[in-house]
């Protein structure tokens, strides 16, 4: 630089406004807030940093004696660190407040000036009204390309994220390494972003975003695919002329800042503005390892034919409900970014403010959906994953993790399968009577049945050994080896396959975890909690009961005198059947009318105060459907409240002549490990001469472990009357002198 060149310029950043209060600091002022700065040599240079001065006239020009040059060049490289002063160019500049704009961003004005000028490609898709986005796009001062050039980013307007134009434009932009906006500026919601950024391989494409979308428009997708159709259904376009024009002015913004250079994380979001109220929301838009176009669509079949193997995985959470790897907050705040209406798998996690705060009952509102006929469709519209706890933070990690559980167990077509028929697979497939446990009987009554009882209770056709249909590994931890269940007992919403319905999914064994040990810990103590409960509910035995007070729960305690003030009454019962697995039922009746409402929930748990812990809990998360009438319109259950008392149902009250249960009383032990405690179980299955599988249903996408557990032979909450553990485990425990004919097993089905 020569000695007639003009120097660079020093002062406080455009966006800070200073004011000097003498002895006192200096007060910078920003749309952010106010910072304070002490110190008397601060005090006598920040009049001069105003950005008309350069070093040699600051130093010059300062009040104060005795600041060298070499102490004022390091207050002002204290406070550039700080991101309170800059260099200047001494150029006149025309526009004033985008300086400011981009300092206050964190940006070098004069480089994102520049580069905002820079034109992009506009693209529309749909009924986009092309000539006024563009015009309105030029007025908000973005430059738009030529037809038929390829800038930097281009802009992409559509009246439909779902819109299937918009596969072309993914594709063409991946295919270049060029980024894009997505952007809805039409409609009482409007939606901006994200930016697609395909040079970036950890980054979503669209088609990773439309999965999502799909899976909170399951109607939709039905009826589309019903009628032949490859788009979503036509709107009617809402919208006045100063919401597009400042919808579009928005866009503008985004990509103008994109242009400029700012980067942050909301740019790999969807911002919602709801426009009648003023709200905007974001959600995030993450990659989908197993996305068929940007990903690794293998991933889940290849998992599938994996051994699952287990870890040593100490605990390191015991409160609440059970013992697990990670406390609820961490989960919450791993996973918080999968609740969303937009682009998450959870549409939300709610309280019901039915019945009293202390129940901590939360829904995660209705459920992405799947499925490949109409009547799981409006099962699951229907469909509410509810959370459970002892504090609200414990219920809402429930909510979420139920409705993961259930969106993993859920078919989504890139499912490991195998087509074959059960006859010609030999030993590697277990045959499906082993796990479904319907008794002839039930076989040949199934019309009569079905008519008359919810779709839990359905009984399905007589299995054909001959019939080709899927099948899915399953990794048995008892064999060591894969063997074979059909698909559509595994997932729910698989393929219908033709004929009559031999095979169906539920829930039993289903569970998720913070890691892959506390899954499968989850799913089989399930496993043995519903086999327990069947035992006694269709048996009707007399058990004892649990001494709730001999816990020294506070909670418990308080938990009666809630329910107290519900008018309703709180005892428990144990459950704990051949494999020493302590497993209770909670239960209560209304005791100021004469429908007594009767609920239950149930546990079971190693540590038996976990296990009554859980069974209260549950109860609480169904105490809501009987509070202000019936909300529920299965048969089943309406016929039990409307008519179940504990005089009439006489196996609901303890047994008179046992002592009830207190903690020492359980000879049940848990360990400081989850994969010792799992050992521990597998080992008592092994001695019933019962096996352990698992199906490892965890998603890329979704991360948290999922399995699916299942013991052939053990039994579910449902009417599964087939010879073996109901009719055999009672008497061999002493319950029953003889076992209990057909014709005399509880006529009420667990509706829970």
Same mark, same amino acid.
């Given at each position: ?33 106010? @910072? ?26 300062? =009040? ?34 985008? %300086? ?110 439309? *999965?999502?979308?799909?899976? *909170? ?139 009293? =705060? ?94 008359? *009882? ?129 497993? @209770? ?18 546990? $079971? ?113 449902? $009417? ?21 004919? %057909? ?10």
């Amino acid at each position: 630089m020569t000695s007639g060149a003009p120097r660079e310029r020093i002062g406080f950043k455009r966006h800070l406004r200073a004011e000097v209060v003498a002895g006192d600091a200096v007060y910078l002022f920003s749309e952010r807030g106010v @910072t304070a700065l002490e110190g008397g040599r601060i005090e006598a240079v920040a009049p001069l940093l105003d950005g008309t001065r350069d070093l040699q006239t600051l130093l010059r020009e300062t =009040a104060t004696p005795g600041i060298s040059q070499e102490q004022l060049q390091g207050l002002i490289t204290r406070l550039a660190t700080a991101g309170l002063v800059g260099r200047r160019s001494p150029a006149e500049i025309s526009d004033e407040p985008a %300086y400011t704009y981009w300092e206050a961003a964190g940006l070098d004005p004069d480089a994102a000036v520049s580069a905002a000028c820079a034109p992009v490609q506009l693209l529309t898709t749909g009924s986009v009204n092309r000539s006024y986005a563009l015009r309105t796009l030029e007025a908000a001062g973005l430059a738009i390309a030529a037809p038929g050039t390829h800038p930097g980013l281009s802009v992409v307007l559509c009246d439909d994220y779902l819109s299937p134009e918009l596969a072309d434009v993914d594709a063409s932009h991946r295919r270049a390494g060029r980024p894009w906006l997505l952007a809805r500026p039409a409609g009482e919601r409007i939606w901006i972003g994200p930016v697609f950024q395909p040079e970036r391989d950890q980054n979503a494409c669209w088609h990773c975003l439309a *999965h999502r979308l799909w899976g *909170h428009r399951p109607a939709e997708a039905h009826v589309q695919t019903m009628l032949g159709r490859r788009r979503p259904v036509p709107r009617p376009t809402a919208g006045i002329t100063p919401l597009m024009t400042a919808a579009l002015s928005l866009v503008a913004v985004e990509a103008t800042k994109w242009l400029a250079g700012y980067r942050y994380q909301g740019q790999s979001c969807i911002w919602t503005l709801d426009s009648l109220n003023m709200q905007g929301q974001r959600h995030d838009v993450r990659k989908r390892p197993q996305c068929a176009s940007c990903g690794d669509p293998t991933l889940v079949r290849t998992q599938a034919r994996r051994p699952v193997q287990l870890s040593a995985r100490p605990k390191g959470s015991l409160s609440g409900g059970g013992h697990r790897a990670l406390g609820p907050e961490q989960v919450l705040d791993l996973y918080q970014h999968l609740i969303s209406p937009v682009s998450g798998v959870v549409k939300e996690i709610r309280r019901d403010h039915r019945g009293p =705060a202390f129940l901590n009952v939360f829904q995660s509102g209705p459920m992405q959906a799947r499925v490949g006929c109409v009547e799981g469709l409006r099962s699951a519209l229907g469909l509410q994953s509810g959370g459970k706890g002892v504090t609200a933070v414990h219920a809402q990690t429930s909510a979420l993790c139920e409705a993961l559980e259930r969106h993993c167990a859920t078919f989504q077509g890139d499912e490991q399968t195998r087509r074959a028929s059960f006859a010609a697979l030999g030993d590697q497939a277990i045959h499906p009577d082993r796990c479904q446990l319907f008794h002839p009987r039930q076989l040949d009554e199934r019309d009569a049945w079905n008519d008359t *009882h919810g779709p839990f209770q359905h009984i399905c056709a007589p299995f054909d050994e001959k019939a080709e249909l899927n099948w899915t590994p399953v990794w048995s931890l008892t064999e060591q080896r894969h063997r074979l269940l059909p698909t559509g007992m595994l997932y729910f919403g698989a393929p219908r396959e033709p004929g009559p319905l031999m095979v169906r999914a539920d829930s039993n064994g289903n569970a998720a975890g913070t890691s892959l040990e506390d899954a499968v810990l989850q799913g089989l103590l399930e496993v043995v909690e519903r086999d327990a409960v069947s035992l006694w509910w269709y048996n009707r035995t007399i058990q004892p009961a649990v001494d709730l007070g001999a816990f020294r729960d506070p909670w418990i305690a308080e938990l009666i005198d809630v329910y107290a003030g519900m008018h309703r009454e709180v005892w428990a019962l144990d459950l704990t059947a051949d494999l020493g697995i302590p497993t @209770t039922v909670a239960l209560s009746r209304r005791v100021d009318q004469p429908e007594e409402d009767v609920m239950l929930g149930f546990g $079971a748990h190693l540590d038996p105060a976990i296990a009554l812990r859980r069974a209260l809990t549950e109860m609480n998360q169904l105490m809501p459907a009987v509070i202000g009438g019936y909300h529920s319109k299965d048969p089943d259950a309406l016929r039990w409240w409307r008519t179940a008392t504990r005089a009439n149902q006489p196996y609901l009250s303890p047994d008179p002549d046992a002592p009830a249960r207190r903690p020492a009383d359980y000879h049940s032990s848990h360990s400081s490990d989850l994969r010792d405690d799992i050992e521990a179980i597998h080992q008592r299955l092994r001695q019933q001469g019962l096996q352990l599988l698992v199906l490892d249903q965890t998603r890329p996408d979704i991360g948290l472990p999922v399995v699916k557990v299942i013991v052939p032979g053990m039994r579910q909450f449902w $009417a599964r009357f087939a010879p073996g553990r109901l009719f055999e485990v009672p008497v061999r425990l002493g319950r029953l002198r003889q076992q209990t004919p %057909y014709e005399k097993l509880n006529p009420f089905p667990i509706f829970v």
